[in-house]
Structures are given as C-alpha cells and as structure tokens.
Nanobody, 115 residues
C-alpha cells in the first residue's frame, strides 16, 4: 500500500516562495511518475508538474519558469519549489504517484497567496 504525505504549505505574500515536500511510503518504483496537482475552490483538480525517472519533467503553462519539481529516489520524496507566487496559485496541492492504472494521492496541503 502506498501512502503519500505532503508538507510545506502555508500563507505567503505574492512574489514569495514556498517549498512543498511529499514523503512516499510503501512500494515505490523509481520509473513510475510522481507529480503535483492542485485544486482551487470551485475548480477541478489540475496538473502542476510531473517527474519521471531520469528527471524528465513536465509543467503546466501557468507555472512554467516559476515552479521546479524534483525527486529524491533514495528517500522516496518529491519536492515542488514554488517561486514568484501569485494569488491565482492559491489552492490545495496534492502529491500524486502513478503506477500502471493506479493513482495514489496524499491528503493535500493548503497554499494561500495573498495580494
């Protein structure tokens, strides 16, 4: 059974930075992608960034150039460095692990960016 626990959310002013962490436990395959998604009030959950083995990354256009995803396979952790935060980045951020047809999710961490 895979468990994901996020941390690092909080309240920050526009232009500030936050670093989210996700600790994964259970059977984690290094070749399986991990990523970050977010859900703002009244909106659908959306992709923020994903990372695969070999450090292949993918970002949504809205965060490209501001956010950086990274992964520590030895510790089964994935990180999201968020810079130049905007009020529209306010959302609950979820860690995701995808293996075969299965998706695992963390409980989410709130990020609030004030203007």
């Amino acid at each position: 059974q895979v468990q994901l626990v996020e941390s690092g959310g909080g309240l920050v002013q526009a232009g500030g930075s936050l670093r989210l962490s996700c600790a994964a436990s259970g059977t984690i395959f290094r070749f399986a992608p991990m990523g970050w998604y977010r859900q703002a009030p009244g909106k659908q959950r959306e992709l923020v960034a994903t990372i695969r083995s070999g450090d292949s990354t993918n970002y949504s256009d809205s965060v490209k150039g501001r956010f950086t995803i990274s992964r520590d396979n030895g510790k089964n952790m994935v990180f999201l460095q968020m810079n130049s935060l905007k009020p529209e980045d306010t959302a609950v951020y979820y860690c995701n692990y995808h293996f075969a047809t299965l998706d695992y999710w963390g409980q989410g961490t709130q990020v609030t960016v004030s203007s």
